[in-house]
């Protein structure tokens, strides 16, 4: 069964600073996705990763992928207030459309 | 562009009811899915599809059924509403699986 662990699940930062959170997951998959959803709001795409090394930026966010190590960052570089949101990251089984979600990152960005 | 709509944002159902949740795309995308989200968890999958008469199950298809008669809708079916279906419920949409997919605006559903 395929499990995706994120962490942390909760991150206050303040403005200016940087963190990344982590993606963990638990069998082979070669497609990881990142999206990023507002309260109350629906899902938006931010990253798609398709292979081992891809790494992926926009803005303040920079999403990267190793296949070996099963694991995905999502690194934010000199956070602002608007990053406030809810990140997750979701694997696809192996070649199949079942995607499974992690359990999402909360980040609060303090001014 | 419109993307993905959903019908409707809110409802409340009684224990026993039936209702249908429409979701429509305009990006004539061969791909679509039902997800739910729980409180403070990510999302699983209800059921998927991947064109026209094309259905199949996700992670927690139970409780469900879809249907996909056309490229552009996917209604998801709860027959007999349990409180374990309150839920928000997004539809989405992609062209494929090597792509973004596109959300729609979900559908609050307490059953009570």
Not at chain 1, 13 to 28: D, H, L, R, V
Not at chain 1, 56 to 68: I, N, P, V
Not at chain 2, 27 to 51: A, C, E, T
Not at chain 2, 76 to 103: I, M
Request: aromatic fraction near 12%.
């Amino acid at each position: 069964e395929l499990k995706v662990e994120q962490n942390p699940l909760f991150l206050s930062m303040q403005e200016g600073k940087n963190y990344t959170i982590y993606c963990n997951y638990s069998t082979t998959s070669d497609r990881l996705y990142w999206y990023r959803q507002d309260p109350g709001k629906s899902l938006e795409s931010l990253f798609v990763l398709l292979s081992n090394g891809a790494v992926k930026q926009e803005g303040r966010l920079m999403a990267s992928l190793d296949t070996k190590a099963r694991l995905s960052t999502l690194h934010i570089t000199a956070a602002v207030h608007d990053l406030s949101a809810t990140y997750f990251c979701a694997v696809d089984r192996g070649g199949s459309e079942k995607l499974v979600f992690g359990k999402g990152t909360k980040l609060t960005v303090n001014p | 562009n419109a993307g993905v709509t959903q019908t409707p944002k809110f409802r409340i159902l009684k224990i026993g009811q039936s209702m249908t949740l429409q979701c429509t795309q305009d990006m004539n995308h061969n791909y679509m899915y039902w997800y739910r989200q729980d409180p403070g968890m990510g999302l699983k999958l209800i059921y998927y599809s991947v064109g026209a008469g094309i259905t199949d199950k996700g992670e927690v298809p139970n409780g469900y059924n879809v249907s996909r008669s056309t490229t552009e809708d996917f209604p998801l079916r709860l027959e007999l509403a349990a409180p374990s279906q309150t839920s928000v419920y997004f539809c989405a949409s992609s062209y494929s699986q090597t792509v973004q997919a596109f959300f729609g605006q979900g559908t609050r559903l307490t059953v009570v």
